[in-house]
């Protein structure tokens, strides 16, 4: 790409701000939930290895990149230089083994440099700069990926398994505490409990997926993918036989879900 496209680009963007009524309305908080469907619109192309809308998504990615530059340039906060100017001394000082003489023999070696020099920058913790916003698996992921690289991890894959175990356990016995107690203040806190034994759950399985080098966000996305794959698949069986999904029995919908499995693009 030329200087000269994207100084073109920016201009249509700026030119929008001031000859499009509701593009002059926007604000940076108007806009930031359209920025994150984007950019899951991104990770959706790429899921669909669909280069042809990879490339228009990126391009809806750029424009939001840009508009809210432009924004905050009409607040005197900053302009498009000073987002290149950050972003480029960043990855200098974030790379010395590139752009400097420290010397690197793997990835990993770079993973905790990169977080030795985020420290360095002022951080209070190694868990700064992990998004609240992100959805829960993949923030519980980026935690433990950030603890991590500091040392703080299991040593063995087996024993993540072990606390993979002895967390349902945990689960399993408050469930069946629940199900027998009959007060309704003690129900309501063992209800407490159980949900963050679930969510202790979930980040045990989030930690071993790591170690098996699988990203759970991913990995939950194409779990999700299948299943409306499989249950589109079994709607339509059962509308072919004349009656509506809520009238078959769970019989014929496990028959039609089996045969969904067996089909090519359903597994």
């Known amino acids: ?22 593009d002059r ?17 991104v990770v959706e192309a790429i899921d669909n290895k669909d280069s042809d809308e990879l ?32 972003i480029q001394e960043k990855l200098i000082r974030r790379h010395p083994h590139v752009f400097g003489d420290v010397k690197v023999s793997n990835s990993n070696e770079v993973k905790k ?11 209070e913790s190694v868990l700064d700069g992990v998004p609240k916003q992100l959805p829960a698996l993949q923030r519980a992921h980026r935690l433990q990926e950030k603890a991590a690289k500091v040392g703080f991890d299991w040593e063995k894959k087996e024993d993540v398994w072990k606390k993979v175990i002895e967390e349902i356990e945990e689960m399993h016995e408050i469930e069946n505490i629940k199900s027998i107690a009959l007060d309704s203040s003690a129900i309501k806190e063992l209800n407490i409990k159980l949900e963050k034994e679930v969510g202790d759950v979930f980040f ?23 299943f ?40």
Not at 55 to 84: M, P, R, W
Not at 113 to 123: A, P, T
């Open 1 to 22: 790409m030329t200087d000269s496209k994207f100084t073109d680009f920016v201009q249509i963007v700026k030119r929008l701000r001031k000859e499009c009524p509701w």
């Open 25 to 41: 309305e926007q604000t940076n908080d108007s806009i930031k939930a359209n920025t994150i469907e984007e950019a899951y619109e």
């Open 55 to 86: 490339k228009k998504e990126l391009g809806d990615l750029l424009l939001h990149v840009v508009f809210h530059t432009q924004i905050a340039e009409e607040d005197n906060h900053f302009n498009i230089d000073d987002v290149i100017d950050s």
């Open 113 to 123: 440099n990169w977080e030795e020099i985020k420290l360095s920058e002022g951080r």
């Open 204 to 226: 045990a399985i989030v930690n071993y997926s790591r170690f098996l080098g699988i990203n759970p966000e991913d990995a939950l996305r194409l779990t999700n993918e299948k």
């Open 228 to 267: 409306i794959k499989r249950f589109n698949y079994v709607q339509q069986k059962v509308k072919e036989t004349g009656k509506a999904i809520n009238e078959s029995t769970l019989e014929e919908m496990d028959k039609y879900w089996n045969e969904s499995k067996k089909l090519k693009g359903f597994d």
